[in-house]
């Protein structure tokens, strides 16, 4: 046997020693999820909140981190990186009840219409899904309607999710630069255990 042949069997020996240690390492449910994933158990949820957008004042949640040298001359804004780490609530009032947060980057990517290239995540801190997250990464044409993003992952209860959100303008002051947008999240992800129902 040549010593490549010696070496490609060495690395399937390393290959199967450490695939056996993690077989062993796995607690009963990461177990019970992963055969879930092999056999395709999902579920399917639709999930509707609004997004309160501070753009301006002491209390803003959108923060310019960025500029091109074109941005301010551009009717797109060309080049403008900005963060954003805005309340999710249940209604569209300032007071409506909290579900989270979301953060993430947006990119004003597009030299002839106002279009964003967005890379966010929805941060659930309260209600069935505390604690867990969801991926929103695409092209958002924010002058249009029902803007279609794709879910691209999540964790937590939305371990190895996809799906897509549809997200409008639901209203916008622009006294105090504050918008309000609606999301419509349509997302599968594989149960855990304890949704299998047996």
């Given at each position: 046997m040549?010593s490549v042949g ?6 399937s ?7 056996v ?10 177990k019970?999820w ?6 395709g158990k999902e579920k399917i949820?639709k999930?509707?909140f609004?997004?309160q957008d501070?753009?301006s004042?002491p209390?803003k949640t ?14 797109t804004s ?14 569209p ?11 993430g980057l947006?990119t004003f990517a ?9 890379n966010?995540n929805v ?7 505390n604690?867990s997250t ?5 092209r ?6 029902d803007?279609?993003l ?12 996809r799906?897509y959100?549809?997200?409008n303008?639901?209203s916008?002051d622009?006294?105090q630069?504050?918008?309000v947008l609606?999301?419509?999240?349509y997302v599968?992800?594989v ?8």
């Open positions: 040549g010696v070496i490609l069997m060495i690395f020996l390393i290959i199967a020693i450490t695939s240690d993690a077989k062993s390492q796995m607690s009963k449910q990461e019970t992963f055969r879930n994933v092999c056999r949820v999930i509707h609004y997004v501070v753009l004042g209390n959108v923060w310019e981190v960025s500029r091109s040298n074109i941005t301010s001359i551009s009717p060309f080049g403008q990186v900005r963060v954003l780490d805005d309340l999710i609530t249940a209604g009032e300032k007071n409506s009840t909290e579900l989270g947060r979301l953060q947006i597009d030299l002839k219409e106002s279009a964003l290239a967005m966010i941060v659930f801190s309260k209600g069935k899904y604690g969801l991926c929103v990464l695409g958002n044409p924010i002058l249009e309607m803007r279609e794709p879910i691209v992952g999540g964790t937590g209860v939305f371990r190895m999710a799906g959100s549809i997200s303008t639901y916008y622009p006294v630069d504050y918008g609606e999301y419509t999240i599968a992800y149960m855990k255990s304890r949704d299998v129902l047996h």
